[in-house]
């Protein structure tokens, strides 16, 4: 089974700073890879596909890199709307989620 | 616009069992596989089952392996998760959502039902 490992668990942050999420696959995953936002209560918005591809829809300040083993993904300027949990899915072999990172208010 | 609907979740005993259903509209239902995805409370995402476009190949996770089943029905745009003998560790908002294919991202999801475990 391929792991992911997302870091940080969490991350304090101000509107309008850069942030940036990483996650790590236990083997190779290719591009393979989404990153999903989830606000409380709310089911998971998929953001970024195949490690780079902006979802239709999604702020342009959301933007994924990497492949292979380790993945970010970065909010240029972060927004208050942008506060909530980030989640990186691998569909390379089957789906595993990563544990996920809280953005919160700093 | 695309919409996944679930229901049929709810307080149930341990050892008992439950069906939830996951109602499709707006989109060609028999084009696409589809996934349930569950999450503890406060917990996060775990995918458990997948069901291919025609109802054929059906994968699950280890955790709910010869306890929970997945089906769907394409005349009715309806996708089903039967779960069996179930646990306390099986407390979650279930979520169905759906992917072109098998290496795909989870594009669309429902708003999920919420299956709470207790005695």
């Known amino acids: 089974d391929i792991q992911m490992t997302q870091s940080p668990s969490t991350l304090s942050a101000s509107v309008g700073d850069r942030v940036t999420i990483t996650c790590r696959a236990s083997?190779?995953?290719?591009?393979?890879l989404a990153w999903y936002q989830q606000k409380p209560g709310k089911a998971p918005k998929l953001l970024i596909y195949k490690a780079s591809s902006l979802e239709s829809g999604v702020p342009s300040r959301f933007s994924g890199s990497g492949s292979g083993t380790e993945f970010t993904l970065t909010i240029s300027s972060l927004q208050p709307d942008d506060f909530a949990n980030y989640y990186c899915?691998?569909?390379?072999?089957?789906?595993?989620f990563g544990q996920g990172t809280k953005v919160e208010i700093k | 616009q695309v919409q996944l609907v679930e229901s049929g979740g709810g307080v149930v005993q341990p050892g008992r069992s439950l069906t939830l259903s996951c109602a499709a509209s707006?989109?060609?239902?028999?084009?696409?596989?589809m996934h349930w995805v569950r999450q503890a409370p406060g917990k996060g995402l775990e995918w458990v089952a997948v069901i291919s476009y025609d109802g054929i190949n059906k994968y699950y996770a280890d955790s709910v392996k010869g306890r929970f089943t997945i089906s769907r029905d394409n005349s009715k745009n309806t996708l089903y998760l039967q779960m069996n003998s179930l646990t306390a560790e099986d407390t979650a908002v279930y979520y169905c959502?759906?992917?072109?294919?098998?290496?795909?991202?989870?594009?669309?999801w429902g708003q999920g039902t919420l299956v709470t475990v207790s005695s």
């Open positions: 083997q190779s995953i290719s591009s393979w």
């Open positions: 899915q691998q569909y390379n072999s089957f789906w595993t």
């Open positions: 707006a989109f060609t239902f028999s084009t696409y596989s």
């Open positions: 959502a759906r992917t072109n294919g098998y290496k795909n991202r989870f594009d669309y």
